[in-house]
């Protein structure tokens, strides 16, 4: 059974960093995606960056482009998101989820990490 953990979440400034830790169970996942995505209350869930983990390739969210880096740590089973210059409107709760590339849609899941940043 795949299990992802976050980690990292916290209160910020605005203009700060975080960086948030997805830790991966259960499965190879040398042919998976692994995605971030986020969540404010009222809103609808948001993608926010992508990785493939077999050559590391990447694709964001434009609201987070430029800001945000995903990568991930083959040896430690992890995937991560730097979050540098943050903005007030980032504030929600993210996700980590992992899907196989082949697949449509995200079946696995994490429990979330709050992310808060002040003005």
């Known amino acids: 059974q795949v299990q992802l953990v976050e980690s990292g979440g916290g209160l910020v400034q605005a203009g700060g960093s975080l960086r948030l830790s997805c830790a991966a169970s259960?499965?190879?996942?040398?042919?998976?995606?692994m995605g971030w995505f986020r969540q404010a209350p009222g809103t609808d869930r948001e993608f926010v960056a992508v990785i493939n983990w077999s050559d590391g390739s990447t694709y964001y969210g434009d609201s987070v482009k430029g800001r945000f880096t995903i990568s991930r740590d083959n040896a430690k089973n992890a995937v991560y998101l730097q979050m540098n210059s943050l903005k007030p409107e980032d504030t929600a709760k993210y996700y980590c989820?992992?899907?196989?590339?082949?697949?449509?849609?995200?079946?696995?899941w994490g429990q979330g990490t709050q992310v808060t940043v002040s003005s």
């Open positions: 989820a992992a899907k196989t590339i082949t697949a449509v849609w995200y079946p696995f």
């Open positions: 259960g499965r190879t996942f040398s042919s998976y995606r």
